[in-house]
């Protein structure tokens, strides 16, 4: 069965320190991975995706994504983090299967200090 | 380009008492999809419509959901009747033509309540 695996329900970093949200999947085929964030009372935003190429994604906000397809893992990254940056987000996989509807992790709420 | 909208924002009704959830997608877009999530547990897939289309219904939970696309513009979900487990937070999210990468844009959802 397909899936996705965010390993932290939380994740706290100071201002200014580079950040990791972790993100693993389990998939047949050629992955199609996204990263979301939900702001407060906010909908869901599309921050960057992975289809083929580059393994580094570079997405919105300063925020980018490592593909490792031997460790199938999809972390996000930001090399300085903002409080602003505090948000739930959600790691997703294309079901590959069909239709292509979204497969997604139970999400980790990121927790910036000042 | 206006983005997903949804309506309600928020819904609060009776356990038994029906509800209608409205998903207007971004326009041309002929990809649109319902999820769920639940008690702050991952966000589920309901369904996908390809135009006026049910692709894949197997989000379904059961057969007191009724999803319909009128015309291949706005969608509504209706929920008939509603049962204590139902409350959470339902998303739309609509994607262009085609089932490759493109990335899905989400509205901001409808939190239900059922009480």
């Known amino acids: 069965a397909q899936s996705v695996a965010q390993p932290e329900d939380q994740v706290n970093v100071a201002e200014g320190n580079p950040l990791t949200v972790k993100c693993t999947y389990s998939?047949?085929?050629?992955?199609?991975l996204f990263w979301y964030v939900q702001y407060p009372n906010r909908g869901l935003q599309f921050l960057l995706k992975?289809?083929?190429?580059?393994?580094l994604v570079k997405g919105s906000y300063g925020f980018e994504a490592e593909f490792n397809k031997s460790q199938t893992s999809f972390h996000l990254k930001k090399p300085s983090a903002l409080v602003s940056d505090s948000a739930l987000y959600f790691c997703?996989?294309?079901?590959?299967?069909?239709?292509?509807?979204?497969?997604f992790g139970q999400g980790t709420e990121l927790s910036v200090k000042p | 380009e206006a983005g997903v909208t949804q309506f309600p924002s928020h819904s609060v009704i009776e356990k038994g008492q029906t509800v209608t959830l409205r998903c207007d997608p971004i326009?041309?877009?002929?990809?649109l999809y319902w999820y769920r999530r639940v008690m702050g547990k991952e966000i589920k897939f309901l369904l996908h419509?390809?135009?006026?289309?049910?692709?894949?219904e197997s989000g379904m939970p059961n057969n007191r959901f009724l999803a319909e696309r009128t015309g291949g513009t706005y969608s509504t979900l209706k929920v008939q009747p509603a049962e204590l487990e139902d409350s959470g937070v339902y998303f739309c999210?609509?994607?262009?033509?085609?089932?490759?990468?493109?990335?899905?844009?989400f509205g901001p959802g409808t939190r239900l309540t059922v009480t």
């Open positions: 999210a609509s994607s262009r033509k085609g089932q490759g990468g493109y990335e899905q844009y």
């Open positions: 997703a996989v294309r079901d590959s299967n069909q239709g292509g509807k979204l497969i």
């Open positions: 992975y289809i083929t190429g580059d393994n």
């Open positions: 326009s041309g877009h002929d990809n």
């Open positions: 998939v047949s085929g050629n992955p199609y």
């Open positions: 419509f390809v135009k006026e289309s049910k692709q894949d």
